[in-house]
């Protein structure tokens, strides 16, 4: 009687035991979830005088397998791209135009020092025009010059009809097309390299003359 007694107590513990860690293991794969998410904290489409433009600041923090890759000497490339397009009651809504915002991260070893080269122009294998170089003393400093993205020309007024209604489409993500192939093979299936965020708005009302 003594031993089934014991025996049960020891089932019942081993239970509790097994419980406690699967609850302790879902928590800490949320924890991982939450600490790898991409967030769109602001985002606002206005008009600037003659011009349409789109300012938007991007959250989330780089996880230890990408920040290690970059100490290694990988390049990160992040791209930004945007759609605008004209809302259609009857059919999907028709893709105007895209631009495109290409930002690739280095870390120099020599000097210590983060490197982030943007270049914007259009998308779907258009031309890319403008080039911005900037140095860092550390990755926070770099990663705000990828997080932010400041009074970005979406179109001219002039382009636009009154009389219609139009929407952006923004997209932002880690591009691992760009990556070694090593590295891309690896970060296939991989939370830690899934960045990326994406959202839509419409089109202030505008008085085109």
């Given at each position: 009687?003594?031993f089934i007694?014991?025996y049960?107590?020891?089932?019942k513990?081993?239970?509790?035991?097994?419980g406690l860690?699967l609850?302790?293991f879902?928590?800490?794969?949320?924890?991982?979830?939450?600490?790898?998410?991409?967030d769109?904290?602001?985002?606002?489409?206005?008009?600037?005088?003659?011009?349409?433009?789109l300012?938007a600041?991007l959250?989330?923090?780089?996880?230890?397998?990408v920040?290690d890759a970059l100490?290694?000497?990988?390049?990160?490339f992040f791209?930004?791209?945007?759609?605008?397009?004209?809302?259609?009651?009857?059919?999907?809504?028709?893709k105007l135009?895209?631009l495109a915002?290409?930002?690739?991260?280095?870390?120099q070893?020599?000097?210590?020092?983060?490197?982030?080269v943007v270049?914007?122009?259009?998308?779907?294998?258009?031309?890319?025009g403008?080039?911005?170089?900037?140095?860092?003393n550390t990755?926070?400093q770099?990663l705000m010059g990828i997080?932010r993205?400041?009074?970005?020309?979406?179109?001219?007024?002039?382009?636009?009809?009154?009389?219609?209604?139009?929407r952006?489409?923004?997209r932002f993500?880690?591009d691992?097309?760009q990556?070694?192939?090593?590295?891309?093979?690896?970060a296939?299936?991989?939370?830690?390299w899934?960045i990326?965020?994406?959202t839509?708005?419409?089109?202030?009302?505008?008085?085109?003359?």
């Open positions: 009687m003594v007694t014991r049960y107590k020891n089932v513990l081993e239970k509790v035991l097994r860690c609850l302790g879902c928590l800490l794969a949320a924890l991982v979830r939450a600490q790898n998410a991409t769109i904290s602001q985002f606002q489409v206005e008009r600037i005088d003659d011009e349409i433009a300012s600041q959250d989330f923090e780089l996880p230890a397998a920040e100490l290694k000497g990988i390049p990160l791209v930004t791209e945007l759609d605008l397009l004209r809302e259609r009651w009857y059919w999907y809504d028709k135009s895209t915002r290409h930002v690739r991260l280095t870390y070893p020599l000097t210590r020092r983060w490197r982030i270049t914007t122009g259009t998308g779907d294998g258009g031309r890319l403008l080039t911005l170089n900037q140095s860092f990755l926070p770099a997080k993205v400041s009074r970005w020309k979406v179109a001219d007024v002039s382009e636009l009809d009154a009389k219609l209604k139009y952006v489409e923004f993500r880690l691992l097309n990556l070694p192939r090593p590295f891309q093979i690896g296939i299936g991989q939370s830690d899934n990326a965020a994406t839509s708005a419409p089109l202030p009302s505008i008085s085109i003359k």
